[in-house]
């Protein structure tokens, strides 16, 4: 039975004129949603993060540091909590209670909810084996030791792998890129090759950013096979589903994502939470899923802050506000880091695609959140230093 919000009485918290909603993740859909919901609905929500981390990690920007030039921020969640006002539960969400609208914790503790949004993200796992799988900051180690080796001429053949079912692949061409240009004035021999499945690298984004793609892959010397599914590395070979082989001193692939398959609601067979045109949880009362939990067919994080945006915008017209919430329409966003000049590019499928070597958006960031982005370039204060 759905459980309607009514503004202007006793809820869950217990607070007058407020709803209270619990936002179960800390990545990047979470904050932004936090963020959505305080700038569209104020004090007509009372919002509770639900994470086990401590911190809030600026993920992108791990594939620049294996080349010394980024590094990922970190932002403590109990500062954030702190600025924003936001209760934060230090734990992780174990089940989802739908018809009590409560969620039950990692630690036993039950929290009510009027509303709850999933921002779980996903499970990133190896996809192709014997490659040194990349999925994000605790594997920065590993590619700088590759790069380290290839400069000392340990290792001449690396190959960067594109799995079959990666959707977000901008990753590994930044990789390719960047290890060129690392190591192209101490190892001229070194033979680097990026396969992808892909028809076209970067095809989302529209012909000239994949043209750009090409050239800029070539004028590093790295080559490019497209329409390549690879299925493992071994023996010092690349193999790959058409029965064909290359020989490689080392590999580093995508991940595959698999999603956390929270308890209590419904999911596909891979762990997504099936969405609709704004953002509610498929067969669930009460409940939002955003970001890479949500089963939508490209996982991005400026594409998951949209998502958040929309959901905010459902709950904020719900507790009241003057506003119209408008379906899902992803607008694609997308920073390439090359080691020299960096690459906007942005498709909206509406008009033209767009290409830039500025800013495209404010602020010029890996990730294009609404809300997000601005808040963490306007406080860097919160952020602490990197233990890696």
């Known amino acids: 039975m759905s459980k309607p919000i009514i503004v202007g009485v006793d809820n869950q918290r217990g607070d007058a004129h407020s709803i209270r909603v619990i936002v179960a993740g800390g990545g990047v859909a979470g904050l932004e949603a936090v963020l959505a919901l305080q700038a569209l609905a104020g004090d007509r929500t009372a919002i509770e993060l639900l994470t086990p981390e401590r911190h809030f990690t600026y993920r992108p920007l791990a594939v620049a540091e294996?080349?010394?030039?980024?590094?990922?921020?970190?932002?403590?969640?109990s500062a954030i909590g702190a600025d924003r006002g936001v209760r934060v539960h230090r734990d992780a969400l174990a089940h989802v209670l739908p018809d009590a609208y409560m969620v039950e914790t990692q630690e036993g503790a039950r929290l009510g909810y009027d509303v709850l949004i999933l921002a779980l993200g996903a499970r990133a796992v190896e996809a192709v084996s014997g490659a040194i799988t990349f999925r994000g900051p605790q594997d920065a180690g590993r590619v700088r030791a590759v790069v380290d080796s290839l400069r000392r001429a340990d290792m001449h053949r690396v190959a960067f792998i594109v799995p079959p079912d990666a959707t977000w692949t901008l990753p590994m061409y930044e990789l390719a890129l960047q290890t060129a240009r690392a190591v192209r004035l101490v190892a001229a021999g070194a033979e680097l090759t990026v396969l992808t499945p892909e028809p076209f690298p970067l095809a989302g984004f529209g012909q000239a950013a994949t043209t750009e793609v090409e050239m800029l892959l070539d004028s590093h010397g790295v080559?490019?096979?497209?329409?390549?599914?690879?299925?493992e590395v071994a023996a010092g070979r690349v193999w790959m589903g058409s029965g064909g082989s290359f020989r490689v001193d080392c590999a580093i692939a995508l991940p595959q994502l698999i999603g956390p398959r929270p308890r209590g609601v419904p999911c596909d067979r891979l762990g997504f939470v099936p969405v609709d045109e704004y953002a509610r949880a498929l067969g669930v009362d009460g409940v939002f899923a955003c970001g890479d939990v949500a089963a939508h067919s490209v996982k991005q994080g400026g594409l998951a802050t949209q998502q958040a945006d929309v959901a905010a915008a459902v709950i904020a017209a719900d507790a009241g506000v003057a506003v119209t919430p408008r379906p899902y329409q992803p607008v694609l966003r997308g920073l390439l880091l090359t080691g020299e000049t960096a690459r906007f590019m942005r498709n909206d499928h509406a008009g033209e695609p767009e290409l830039a070597e500025e800013p495209l958006w404010w602020p010029g960031a890996k990730i294009a959140g609404r809300h997000l982005a601005p808040y963490l370039a306007t406080h860097l204060d919160l952020a602490v230093a990197s233990t890696r």
């Open 66 to 77: 294996p080349f010394m030039s980024g590094r990922v921020q970190r932002f403590p969640f």
């Open 223 to 231: 080559r490019l096979h497209t329409g390549a599914e690879v299925d």
